[in-house]
């Protein structure tokens, strides 16, 4: 992360420079494409918190859990094959570890979400509850760390990803203490890990 916010700032001070001489014409320069990955991370990791909740309102016979999953499945197709992700792409960062476990994240919640929206209020898989609000964590805990992981907050920013880190590491061993015979089971707790071993520790790869 102090790599990121290097760069992100060098990259601000050569804008600036720059900025005086000539009118910046790309779209999605690098600083922008750096805010718009925490951000299209932070709708991912929505979406999965919506689901979670969404599959335990379905399975407890309420109407809106179907609702809450149609609008996760938007939101899911919003971040990960929006205009951003394309320029992202279009711009070579494709390949870039990070955006490599973005889209593992994305594949993965999809499956989830096609199981959860085929699912039936009298048929809830075991330990449902405590594998959804392991998920919850999960996502919630990922969010923070994204939003302090864009650096706007200098004291704030220390405390959610602190704050993020534990709701993780508590999502984590709730997972642990569940089975995972089912497919569905399986489902839920590979979103938990992608959502646990986030992209701090896929740039730790680049250096
Ligand atoms: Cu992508």
Redesign the pocket.
């Known amino acids: 992360m102090r790599v990121l916010r290097v760069i992100l700032s060098l990259t601000l001070c050569f804008w600036l420079v720059s900025c005086d001489k000539s009118e910046n014409n790309q779209p999605m320069g690098s600083m922008q494409t750096g805010a718009s990955m925490q951000h299209l991370s932070m709708l991912l990791e929505h979406a999965i918190s919506m689901m979670a909740q969404g599959a335990e309102l379905k399975l407890s016979g309420e109407k809106h859990g179907d609702a809450m999953l149609a609008q996760s499945a938007d939101l899911l197709r919003r971040a990960m094959s929006g205009p951003e ?1 394309a320029a ?2 279009k711009g070579g960062q ?1 390949e870039s570890p990070m ?1 490599q476990h ?2 593992d994240l994305g594949a993965a919640a999809f499956d989830l979400l096609d199981m959860m929206m085929s699912l039936q209020a009298n048929q809830a898989p075991k330990n449902a509850n405590l594998l959804y609000h392991a998920l919850n964590m999960a996502a919630q805990g990922a969010s923070m760390k994204s939003l302090a992981g864009m650096g706007m907050s200098k004291d704030i920013d220390a405390s959610m990803q602190e704050h993020g880190l534990q709701m993780q590491q508590t999502a984590m061993l709730l997972s642990k203490g569940t089975a995972a015979n089912t497919a569905y089971q399986q489902a839920v707790l590979k979103v938990i890990h992608l959502l646990v071993s986030d992209e701090s520790k896929a740039m730790q790869h680049m250096h």
Request: aromatic residues 0%.
């Open positions: 992700m992202m792409h494709g955006m973005t889209h």
